[in-house]
């Protein structure tokens, strides 16, 4: 059984309240923590229910609104053109510094939850893939999983871009890496994928690489790309790479109502 928490919490960060919804176990006890990075369209239905089912792996599950600033809060963005066109404009709208800045109290906020053991991890889709890369480089996050993460490659995220790959060259990530790949995704093609394996590689990241015959957004269960077998699989490989590096947590406590 998951609950999520009865009201988003406004987390203060230097951008102004970033509106974040938590989702937990139902029994009680304390359980490693995951902030959850969403696409571009923010904390749409299948982004809660991805954040739901990592929770009932046993985690408590944090998902900020990527865009507080720019968009009013609670907004969630079509799965339709006008939302795409609107999502990837905020995306460049905002320097990278916000982005980073937005993780730390992210994960500051979750490593304090009363609910965690304070040891933490990180995830994300899409934009939120690449989110989560750059919170990986935080010296207390011990694990990150990394969906079809766009923008790596070309070092386009944010106001005049960005310095991930540079980063990673450079050693920048220090807990263990799952990334995984859609080989018929257009955003993040051969070349570009090929890129920050390399990088990875030469900067003897501990990293796992998955390419799939999937689309962009395979995880998504909403729409034609949607893949359900492959989700079940890789819900099960990052559960077991957060179990591993974080901790089981109170898996066996009784649970409340709620």
């Keep these: 059984m998951v609950i999520c928490e009865d009201a988003p919490v406004l987390l203060p960060t230097p951008n102004g309240p970033m509106r974040t919804c938590v989702f937990r176990p139902a029994a009680r006890g304390r359980y490693p923590g995951v902030v959850f990075f969403s696409e571009i369209f923010q904390i749409t239905g299948p982004i809660r229910r991805t954040a739901m089912a990592l929770a009932g792996h046993g985690f408590v599950v944090s ?29 460049v709208g905002r320097p990278v510094q916000a982005y980073d800045d937005d993780s730390a109290a992210a994960l500051a906020h979750l490593r304090a939850h009363p609910s965690s053991t304070g040891d933490v991890g990180v995830m994300g889709v899409c934009i939120g893939g690449h989110l989560a890369l750059r919170a990986a480089m935080h010296p207390d996050v011990k694990a990150a999983a990394c969906f079809y993460a766009t923008d790596i490659h070309k070092g386009s995220l944010g106001q005049g871009g960005d310095d991930s790959l ?6 920048d990530l220090r807990g263990e ?22 990088a990875m590689s030469d900067a003897n990241v501990n990293f796992s690489w998955l390419e799939l015959n999937a689309a962009h957004a395979f995880l998504r269960d909403e729409g034609p790309r949607y893949n359900p077998e492959l989700a079940r699989q890789c819900y099960g490989l990052v ?17 409340t109502s709620g």
């Design 63 to 91: 998902v900020p609104e990527i865009f507080h600033e720019l968009l009013p809060e609670g907004t969630v963005l079509g799965y339709d053109t006008a939302g795409a066109d609107r999502g990837n404009a905020c995306k």
């Design 166 to 171: 540079a980063r990673v060259a450079r050693g």
């Design 177 to 198: 890496m799952w990334m995984a790949w859609g080989r018929q995704d257009p955003h993040i093609p051969a070349e570009g994928r090929r890129r920050i394996y390399d």
């Design 239 to 255: 559960a077991d790479l957060f179990r591993r590096r974080l901790g089981p947590g109170d898996l066996d406590g009784p649970v």
